[in-house]
């Protein structure tokens, strides 16, 4: 009977320990495999290391291999091979620098938000809405699908925060709830919209509702031509220049909703100048971009430059991003508003009959400034007013000065002494003849 016991003792510990052991096992098996995730995990992680900055989901920052790689790629197709359709244009005078296909109508995506905000402006100027409204999200704005800020049926948010959701992060539902809280329904915001491109004298615009996806119901699309987007461009900054501090932010962030994403500008914070606009997709539209950009002046030498670029129509992310940074870049590089004259500095000295002085300075009247290609050589023609005789009242014309460029007149000013040239005297008349026989004299030695 003790023999029975000791073996049922024996038992019982010889499978208590297995057991142990197996949990052990099991427990040992588990951590390996979770080593071997994360490891997997960590070879799996993109590495950032090429020197070049790119639009990611989580903001700019450096090219992996592969993106590096694509860039080069693409770097070597012309802008024509790259877009539909380009443009880049000077702000201040609307004038076009480079352009292909510009007059084509072109199905606009999001960049017809741009249309959107601008009639949501016009709203808040005349006291229809206020940016501090708040709103009652309704249920047909967070069911919109594409780009959007991620609301559902009951948030509440205020005009100005759904600005900059639908100009940050291209907000369809917030733009359909701002066109909502304005005209009740996205069909009478749509006819608000038309009236304002027609102000606009935008002939070939067409709207049919406030996001730029496509109504797949009747197969209709928002749509302009490139020239047209590069005009509303111009237009809703010079009325409303507030629209830069929102497609200027890097990204949108709304903590009680967990909302964090980045500006759908694929150049904003790579090139340094750009400060906005608006990004579009769809399966018409192809990838599409209008971005803007300001470049500061040197004082004495240049002037601001905002520059305007539009790329439509490209296949991908990364075609349109490496047409409208070249685009871009190359603008900023080539033109300036370059500033002619100044108070100070002379234009050049000129002999003038009779006078106190041998020489007499002479100024532009007006200083100016004009658009121009840094690669072009700039020539200027200056005419003097001949048999100039002293005395000369101060601020009378002796002369004209124009500038051109590529042949084109760029600049013309009236040239002026800008103090009063005396007469000489009959003491320093003498002086100045026998000055003259003895320059002569040397003159006949020599």
């Not at 073996?7 to 080593?35: C, H, R």
């Not at 510009?102 to 199905?107: K, L, S, T």
């Not at 790579?270 to 599409?288: M, Q």
């Not at 601020?395 to 000065?401: A, F, L, R």
């Amino acid at each position: 009977m003790r023999r029975f016991t000791a073996l049922f003792l024996l038992g019982i510990i010889l499978i208590l320990n297995i057991n142990v052991f197996a949990q052990k096992d099991v427990s040992i098996d588990k951590n390996t495999s979770v080593k071997a995730t994360e490891e997997a995990k960590e070879e799996k992680k993109e590495i950032r290391d090429q020197n070049i900055l790119v639009p990611t989901k989580d903001g700019v920052q450096k090219a992996t291999a592969e993106e590096a790689g694509k860039i080069e790629e693409y770097e070597k197709y012309s802008l024509e091979e790259l877009s539909k359709s380009y443009l880049l244009g000077d702000y201040q005078s609307g004038k076009i620098l480079e352009a292909y296909n510009i007059d084509e109508v072109r199905p606009m995506a999001s960049t017809s938000k741009l249309v959107s905000i601008f009639v949501v402006f016009d709203k808040i100027k005349d006291g229809t809405i206020s940016k501090s409204d708040e709103l009652t999200i309704d249920r047909e704005s967070s069911l919109l699908g594409g780009s959007t800020f991620k609301l559902k049926e009951n948030d509440k948010m205020t005009v100005d925060d759904l600005i900059k959701a639908s100009m940050v992060v291209s907000g369809n539902d917030a733009i359909t709830a701002l066109a909502k809280h304005i005209s009740g329904s996205v069909e009478a915001f749509s006819v608000l919209m038309n009236k304002k491109c027609k102000d606009l004298g935008l002939k070939n615009a067409h709207m049919v509702n406030p996001t730029g996806l496509t109504n797949y119901a009747i197969e209709d699309y928002n749509k302009m031509t490139t020239r047209e987007m590069f005009i509303l461009s111009c237009e809703l900054i010079k009325y409303y220049p507030e629209i830069l501090n929102y497609t200027k932010e890097a990204y949108l962030k709304d903590e009680d909703r967990n909302f964090l994403e980045y500006n759908t500008n694929p150049i904003l914070g790579i090139v340094p100048e750009i400060d906005g606009l608006k990004t579009g997709y769809t399966n018409a539209s192809g990838r599409t971009v209008i971005s803007t950009g300001l470049k500061k002046g040197i004082e004495g030498k240049s002037k601001d430059l905002r520059l305007v670029g539009i790329v439509t129509g490209c296949n991908g992310d990364w075609q349109r991003y490496v047409a409208i940074k070249r685009l871009m870049s190359k603008g900023f590089d080539n033109y300036e508003y370059t500033i002619f004259g100044t108070e100070s500095k002379p234009i050049q000295n000129i002999n003038v009959e009779n006078a106190q002085d041998a020489q007499t300075p002479v100024f532009i009247k007006i200083k100016g400034y004009a658009l121009v290609n840094k690669k072009e050589n700039i020539k200027k023609d200056i005419k003097i007013i001949s048999e100039l005789k002293a005395p000369i009242e101060a601020g009378k014309k002796v002369g004209t000065i124009k500038y051109y460029s590529s042949g084109d007149l760029i600049f013309e000013s009236d040239l002026i002494v800008k103090d009063k040239v005396y007469e000489k005297g009959i003491l320093q008349r003498f002086v100045r003849i026998y000055e003259d026989i003895f320059k002569n004299i040397e003159r006949e030695v020599s």
